[in-house]
């Protein structure tokens, strides 16, 4: 029975998988944020470095390996793409109900949670930056369905993975990187039974990752605001 446990074929595409991974993301931290106040705030080199890690990632994982077909793909890829559009107005509904303070945007700034400042440019980036996590994310979780004797165990590999990845974020974001790595637990999970279970899982994964970013933004201006009106 082939398992990620057991087989090295396996083993080997989700290393390769991690390494890309972080790579991608150093590059981020080590280049892009020394550079700029915000990677975020420049919409060219972000969306253009997370378009082309994109390409990049699924040609890595094209050539590592042979993945399940995409069920109702002429449907179901122009559909997850329109979400793109709808989580870009949805952001600027939120911002418009729900504004902050200059002071407000000044901490999400130098916190590193820089979609939270629902700017254009920051919403724009992320959901490049969601893209890109979501093809990952897809490859390497319909890598395993095509390659693992059970259904079950491609969410437990993948959830197992999806947690460990987001660790470093406690390195980068010190104890508010748990806003991110306890959710990335349960979204890996979830992301993983969608994609493997549902013929429409791809477009569920993608939605349950954009509305998790709108609702911590929601969240932590709803917070905001009481703070600074209470204080």
């Known amino acids: 029975m082939k398992s990620l446990l057991t087989d090295w074929k396996i083993q080997k595409f989700v290393l390769i998988w991690i390494a890309f991974w972080f790579a991608v993301m150093s590059f981020v931290v080590f280049i892009f944020d020394p550079k700029y106040p915000s990677y975020l705030s420049n919409i060219t080199w972000a969306t253009g470095y997370f378009l082309l890690m994109t390409i990049l990632g699924q040609f890595i994982m094209r050539k590592s390996g042979e993945m399940y077909a995409i069920k109702q793909r ?7 793409f329109l979400s793109g559009l709808v989580f870009c107005l949805a952001s600027i509904g939120v911002k418009s109900s729900l504004p902050v303070s200059p002071q407000t945007n000044e901490y999400f700034l130098n916190l590193g949670f820089y979609y939270c400042m629902l700017q254009w440019d920051t919403i724009l980036a992320k959901i490049a930056d969601i893209f890109w996590q979501q093809t990952m994310i897809i490859g390497l979780v319909l890598f395993l369905k095509k390659n693992c004797q059970r259904p079950r165990e491609v ?25 991110f790595i306890i959710p990335s637990f349960f979204a890996g999970a979830i992301f993983s039974y969608l994609i493997t279970f549902y013929s429409w899982g791809i477009l569920g994964s993608m939605l349950v990752h954009q509305y998790f970013y709108i609702a911590t933004a929601v969240i932590l201006r709803v917070l905001s605001y009481t703070w600074y009106t209470n204080s």
């Open 74 to 80: 002429n449907l179901q890829l122009p559909f997850t």
């Open 155 to 179: 969410v437990e590999a993948f959830t197992l993975v999806f947690f460990v990845i987001h660790l470093p974020l406690l390195w980068y974001f010190g104890l508010m990187g748990l806003v």
